[in-house]
């Protein structure tokens, strides 16, 4: 298994916010997290980042990388997008952005990287010159995985990656991120939109006030009541 979680519990200070939790991602696939606002999946993908305060065993491609820093787990193949794509330079270039994520690859290696991240994403190569906050909604996500996929992660976190987007821009969003799919990345993708998440979905698990209320597979997503009774845990 590329990520295995077991027994996780995450607090702020005194407060537990995410208890017994467990759950293992394999290799290319897509595992989303599924809740309302205030189940918990940002934390979630806080303590598994090494954000959020947390307990509990978290093991990337069999070593453990519980006791490190975010810094840390970063550097050991876990990347992060958080809520509202905060990973990004507002005020730096799309390309600038870019060579920021890129700088901890050896030199003979971000040349090769930066073609593949604008085959993957054509529309940040047009955009190279641009502010990454003048990009629309869309072409901001698309900064924010490129930026995040940049160091060659094995596991990918994604936090909402549909909020604040028009449902028009939704598709264009999806099929950039099953453009990841030849990469091998094992990608944990935290939604509250159902109909979002089943175009992406291996395998769902629903999380209700911090504690896993049940799951099922992507295709199972697809099913309106089932959707509906995934998000709000029963």
Known sequence: MTLSVKNLRARYGRIEVCRD???QVGPGEYLVILGMNGAGKSSLLGALAGAVDATGSIALAGQPIDPLPARKRARRGLAFVPEGRRN????????????????????????????????LFPVLAARRSQLGGLLSGGE???????????????????????????????????????RLRPLGLAIVLAEQNHRFAALLAD???????????????????LDRERAASAIMGH
């Open 21 to 23: 939790i467990e759950f």
């Open 88 to 119: 990004l330079f507002p005020a730096l270039s799309v390309e600038d952005n870019l060579r920021l994520a890129l700088r901890l690859l050896p030199p003979p290696e971000r040349t090769a990287m930066r073609e593949q991240l604008h085959a």
């Open 140 to 178: 901001q996500q698309m900064l924010a995985l490129a930026v995040a996929i940049a160091r060659r992660p094995q596991v990918l976190l994604l936090d909402e990656p549909s909020q604040g987007l028009a449902p028009a821009v939704l598709d264009q969003i999806a099929d950039a991120i099953h």
């Open 203 to 221: 395998r769902f698990l629903s999380l209700r006030a911090g504690e896993i209320a049940g799951g099922g597979t992507g295709q199972e997503l």
